[in-house]
Structure formats: C-alpha cells, structure tokens
C-alpha cells in the first residue's frame, strides 16, 4: 500500500490510438497494476481516469510509453488531479462524440501473425480471408465517420453471430471493439466471375485464381484499398499481355513475393529494407535486382518494386500455387484511379482479366499501395498511400481551417487540423475528369472526416492547374505559394523547421515569378517567403510541354545554345532518326521564340542528356528519360564535367564535353556518371557560394529529381562532410506529392503573420 495519498487522476492520450487496440491494451495495464477507474474512446483522444498516487500513476503513463500497441503512436500524454470520483473497478466506457477536435484514425494494418496462426486454428475461421483483430485489418479504407465504431464503417451491413459478438464483447479477447471482426458466418464472402460462371464456395475459388495465375492467366483481385491486376511475374506471355491491355506504359509493374527468402532470390535487401517490407504498412520497396523475373515486369530497368503479402487473401493464395511472385499492379487504366466499386470493375477489368475476383464489402476511401525506396540507410516516401494515411505531419504552427490544393501531378491534397497536417492519400495526375472527381470526392471526404470547414484555400501559382482552379471554385479567400517555394517549406515542415535557410528544389516544372518555368532552384527562404539566388540558366523548351514527351526536343535546346546550327554536323546518332527538316523546325522555334518558353528545369536538362546519349529519346512514361540515365551509370566513375556558377548555373562547357565524349566513342555508363557528379558538383558549389554570402549552414532538399537515388545519396553526404546540417524528406514525398504539406505551412505562416 502506498505511503501517498490516493487520489483521481484524468489522463489525457493524443495521437494513433483508434482502431489499433489501445483501450484493451489500457484495461490490462490496469488490471496488471491493480488500478480502478475507466477509460473511454473520444473523437479527440483517448481518456483515462483513475483512483491511485501520484507515484503509481507516473508509472502507468511509463508503461503506456513504452508497452503501447505496435500500430499506435502515441503524440502527446496530458496528466492531471482532478475532482475525487470512487470507482469500484476498471471499466471501458462507450466512445463519445463531445467536440470537432478528432483523433487520429489509424492507416489500414497488415494481417498479424496471431491472425494468420488463428486463421488456422479457430474452426470459426478457418481459411477466413478477411480475419483480423485490433492489431490488424482494414482501418482507413472502411471508415466512414469518427468516433471509430462498426456503425460508422463498412462493416455495419453484417451482424455479428454469437460467438464474434462475445469476443468482440470480452475486454480480455484480442478482438475486443475490433470494428471489422467477422467470421465464416457473419463476414464478408469473396465472388469470382470467370467467364459466364460464378462461383461463391472460397474453397473452390482459391483453387481457381491458382490455376488462372499458375496457367499464365490474369486475374482483377479486390484489395484493401481497391482492385489489383495480378498473374505470374516469371511469365513473360501473361505480363505483356497485362502491360498491353491495360494500356500500361513501360512504367514497372509492382512484385508480390511469397516471402522474404524468395524475394532474396531476387533482389539485394538490405536490414532497413528487411525492416519496411516486413513491418505492418507493408510498402512497396525500390529494391536493386538480382535475378530477373519476366522482361516486361521491369522493361530493362534493374530495379523491383517489391512488397510482402499484407491480406489474408494473400497468404492463402501463396500456400495454393507453387510461384514465388505475382504481378500485382493497380487495377485500373492508366492514368485513372484505382478501381474500388464492384460494378465498374466488371465493366473495366472483367475485360482485361480472365476472372474478377471482389467481395461483399465496400471500400469508402481508395488507397494504392505506398511507393518508398531507402537512400543513406533512411526511408523516403515515393508514394504515400496505404500503410500512410490518415496519419497526419504534426507542426509547430496554426494550420487549422486551411486547404491546400497541391500540384497538378501525382497530386495528394491537405487539410489542416489545428497543428496538425492532414495529407491526402496518393491521388494521381490530374488530366482527367476521373481522377479529378477522385479528388473532390476525398476532399470532401476529409472535411468530413476531420470535422473542418476550410477557411483559407492555398494553390499552386500555375493559372491552368487543375487543382488551382478547384481552389478558386471555392469562393473562399486563396493564396498562391510558388512550387519551388512549396517543396522547400514542405521539407521544412516535415523536419520542424521555421527559420531561414538555404532551400535547393529540383524537379521538372514548377511556374515562375517571371512566367518562365522553374526547375532547379537556390533560394534562402523561411516559411513565409523566399529569395531566388540562383538557379540553373534558362533554355528554350521548344513546344512548350511537348518536351516532356519528347526529350530530344530539348537535347536539340541545348545543343543549339552552344553550337547554334552546327548541331546537325557534329554527327550525333540521336539525330539521325529524326528528318533533318523536323531538326530545323526545332531550331527555327527557338530562334523566333515560337511557343519556346524557356526552362531552368533540372528535369529537362535531365531528359536532354537521355536523349543526347540516344539513350532515351521519347520516354513511354513521366520521367522515363532521367531513370533511364541514372540506371545506366557507372558506379565506379569519380569524373565530372565542367561548367560555370554566377547567379545562373552554365553548363555550356558539359554539353560540348559530352559530345566530345559521345565522338570519342565513351560508354554511355560513363558519360551519365561523369554527368550525375557535375550536377552533385554544381549543386554543392550553389549552396557554398550561398552560405558564403548568407552566413546559413542550414540546407534543406527538395523536388522530383531527389529521387534519384545517387544525387540524394551523394549528395547528403557531401554537404553533410562540409559542414552544413542537411534536411532531406523521409515521411513525405520530395516530388509533387509533398507538395500540398509545404503550401499549407506557407499559408499558415503568414497568417500568423497577418499577411493573408
């Protein structure tokens, strides 16, 4: 018996602490301390009362700390003595809706081990593809509205029987208030369509994917977040089969491997990678190849996009066919969203695919699977998707009632929710009116969700947006934020920075203060504004955003700014498969300023030397040509190139260095080194002569081009030897996917400073 006195104690949780089992996990922390008193779920935390000292309860909240649910994360712990009230046990109180303040809501969770043992052991769901328990299962997909109960799910049109109402019921059952529980007899059921046949017995049906995905077949599979394409990644007849009907371009397919052993098979994983793969957001990882599987999965680059089995479904598929990896790519056409609705995926995929494998159950939220790679033994977010969202960027400043609209491409939105960020999940380009309806369908779906009536709307400055014009629409007060300055303040944010620093962004297009497109960027620049030092030098882009579909138009750019029309003698194999009078029109274009605006973009520059080297001259997808060129380079080459730095970045001297080594008969692997270190090079220089002038040892990175796997690497490093303290992004995307989380922290900064 303690010696203090005993007295009631409010303790207040914020953070992941829906939907992962933190109530159970609290209730026998109690009862293991012998502690009375209740805690209840509410829309903004969890709450905890209860009768103990002073010393006791500081024990509580240490073991909360550090013993707390896998999937939770836990931001804040508030304690206090409040106003005596005797309990007579531990009790968990109903979840109560008492304000607009929201919880966090947790991101969908990988099946446990403990699910996948009792998924073979509980005659009630044996072989039951949807089992999961408060560790686990769909969270963000299926939820409709806070506090997190089954009412406000998808799972609602499906009773509990008798024996899931009392698990589902007795505090000390892992399965306690798991909203998506089920069984053989109460859950949802999966349907295969194969041709005019369909078939409901779950038996029957995995026997049948088997032999559709054994036989070289392709099957739409529901996911947890929408439909897949799957068939088997060694055969190179079903792959490129897929890849031409789903009108797919050469853009790699994502890999399914049965598990880590095979995938080891196939591709080098390091211990950081191991750690993502396996952990309960299941990622798809940037892994470099081993051994390769069909042509068509990767189109001659020598990467995997890899994942583990996340769905129960996946594990009992993997145990009935005998292959070590499936394509498993998302289920729509390409450049429209992922399909979720049962009805449209007949209409779409059922076409494509040789049988449609759904299920009875709703996805309310569309999610992809999330894209990372690890560069410096450190996690970086390609794509931020499942595993990811809704979890939000918690900053140090007031973002609340504010939307930011983000970027046109690979575009993810953000509401602001008090200090909290609220990124979207990965929505995609928006060009068309499907993904734009997938846009204004999630906004509102966030609204909703986290209870808030945007006050503030923040957009992109370029006028023919997509997003900035949703923005507008609105008819509330909106700010434009420069992109260049986006990126630079979303890493900002992402790292808790307010402060001046030296910002490098580089990426493929971004609008200007000039009207020129930006891309490769040198500013100081804080939160609310910035200062443009130096950039790389301007180039005509001739046929404005037709250069991004056709890169040699820019290697011709830059090829006319060093030897004007002595380009078409220096005997450059890219040329010759172009009509010398098409070259000339080029080259006419840009010397009349004919719908030739010019670019500083890094990204351009990129696709010219892809084009230069012949080694890409009319990529088949977005960024194509600057993956091509970092694919090719050779690992083992210290060479640069010359070039110059003033208040623009001249590279003049590179351009005719490779052409004298193209004429020399250099290997491409070595030019595109000796091109890669020049921009490392050139990137270093920049931020020296800043700090220089600036007194700012501060760096922060940013933009498309940073995935680029060797100048994030190399360059990190550099600076970091150097002397500066470098901030790169990790739990946000560098590329447009981050965007919205920078503009949000610019609106909100100059708010606070009465500028808007």
């Not at 403990?114 to 769909?138: A, V």
């Not at 098409?582 to 300023?593: H, R």
């Not at 030739?596 to 973009?601: D, E, H, K, Y």
Request: charged share 20%.
């Amino acid at each position: 018996m303690s010696e203090n006195p005993v007295n009631t104690y409010q303790i207040k949780i914020e953070g992941l602490v829906q939907g992962v089992g933190f109530r159970p996990f609290i209730y026998r922390l109690a009862m293991d301390m012998h502690l009375k008193g209740c805690v209840e779920n509410r829309n903004d935390g969890v709450l905890i009362k209860i009768n103990s000292d002073w010393k006791t309860v500081n024990d509580f909240i240490h073991s909360i700390e550090t013993s707390a649910p896998v999937a939770s994360r836990i931001f804040s712990i508030y304690s206090e003595e409040i106003r005596n009230e005797d309990f007579s046990d531990f009790t968990i109180t109903k979840s109560a809706n008492i304000s607009d303040e929201i919880t966090e809501i947790s991101p969908d969770i990988a099946v446990c081990e403990e699910c996948l043992r009792d998924m073979k052991t509980q005659l009630h769901r044996k072989d039951y593809p949807f089992i999961n328990c408060t560790n686990c299962g769909p969270r963000f997909t299926i939820i409709r509205d806070l506090p997190y109960d089954r009412d406000k799910t998808t799972m609602e049109p499906f009773p509990l029987c008798d024996i899931c109402s009392k698990e589902y019921h007795d505090i000390m059952d892992r399965r306690f208030h798991a909203q998506p529980i089920a069984c053989l007899d109460c859950g949802p059921e999966y349907i295969l369509y194969q041709k005019n046949e369909i078939y409901h017995d779950f038996h029957t049906i995995l026997d049948r994917v088997a032999a559709l995905l054994e036989n070289g077949q392709i099957v739409a599979v529901k996911g947890m977040g929408g439909y897949h394409l799957a068939c088997d990644a060694e055969n190179e007849a079903a792959v490129g089969r897929l890849r031409e009907c789903k009108n797919r371009d050469g853009k790699p397919f994502a890999v399914m491997f049965r598990d880590i052993a095979h995938l080891n098979n196939f591709a080098h994983v390091s211990v950081e990678e191991e750690i993502l793969l396996s952990s309960w957001k299941r990622p798809i990882v940037i892994l470099n190849e081993k051994r390769q599987l069909a042509f068509s999965v990767s189109n001659g680059f020598k990467t995997i996009g890899a994942m583990l089995p996340y769905l129960p479904l996946h594990t009992l598929l993997f145990e009935k066919i005998q292959l070590p990896a499936i394509v498993l790519t998302s289920g729509n056409i390409s450049d429209e969203p992922i399909v979720i609705d049962d009805e449209e995926a007949k209409k779409i995929l059922l076409p494509i695919a040789d049988a449609l494998l759904c299920y009875n159950r709703k996805i309310f939220n569309r999610t992809d699977d999330s894209v990372l790679m690890v560069v410096n033994n450190k996690e970086r977010l390609i794509r931020r998707s499942r595993g990811y969202v809704p979890s939000p960027v918690r900053l140090n400043l007031n973002v609340d009632g504010i939307l930011a609209a983000g970027a046109e491409l690979v575009n993810c939105f953000c509401i602001g929710k008090g200090r909290q960020a609220f990124l979207s999940q990965h929505i995609g380009d928006l060009k068309n009116l499907e993904t734009l309806d997938f846009y204004s369908e999630s906004a509102d779906h966030f609204k909703k969700l986290f209870r808030i009536k945007p006050e503030l709307v923040v957009a992109d400055m370029h006028p023919d947006y997509l997003s900035t014009r949703y923005a507008f629409q609105l008819g509330l007060p909106t700010i434009q934020v420069q992109h260049h300055h986006a990126h630079i303040a979303s890493c900002m944010a992402e790292c808790g920075l307010d402060e001046k620093v030296i910002g490098i962004a580089l990426d493929g297009t971004g609008y200007g203060d000039d009207q020129c497109i930006w891309g490769a960027e040198f500013m100081v620049c804080d939160l609310a504004d910035y200062e443009r030092l130096v950039h790389f030098d301007y180039v005509a882009a001739p046929g404005g955003d037709k250069v991004i579909h056709e890169p040699w138009r820019m290697a011709v750019a830059y090829l006319y700014q060093t030897y004007g029309t002595h380009l078409v003698d220096l005997g450059l194999p890219f040329l010759s498969g172009y009509d010398q009078q098409k070259i000339f029109m080029v080259m006419n274009m840009i010397e009349k300023s004919i719908n030739s605006p010019l670019t500083s973009s890094a990204g351009r520059l990129f696709d010219a030397i892809a084009a230069l080297t012949n080694l890409c001259p009319e990529p088949s997808f977005h960024a194509e040509a600057p993956m091509r060129l970092e694919q090719v380079l050779d690992h083992t080459c210290t060479y640069s190139y010359p070039f110059s730095l003033n208040s623009t970045i001249v590279f003049h001297e590179m351009i005719r260095a490779i052409v004298n080594d193209i004429s020399n008969g250099v290997p491409v692997p070595i030019i595109s080194a000796k091109f890669h270190n020049t921009i490392i090079n050139a990137i270093f220089a920049a931020a020296n002569m800043i700090r220089n002038s600036h007194h700012l040892k501060k760096v922060v990175i940013s933009g498309g081009s940073f995935q680029n796997r060797y100048i994030l690497g190399k360059i990190e490093n550099l600076l970091s030897a150097k002397g500066f303290e470098v901030y790169t992004h990790s739990a946000v995307p560098s590329n447009d996917g981050g965007i919205a989380l920078g503009q949000i922290a610019v609106a909100a900064k100059r708010r606070s400073l009465s500028c808007v």
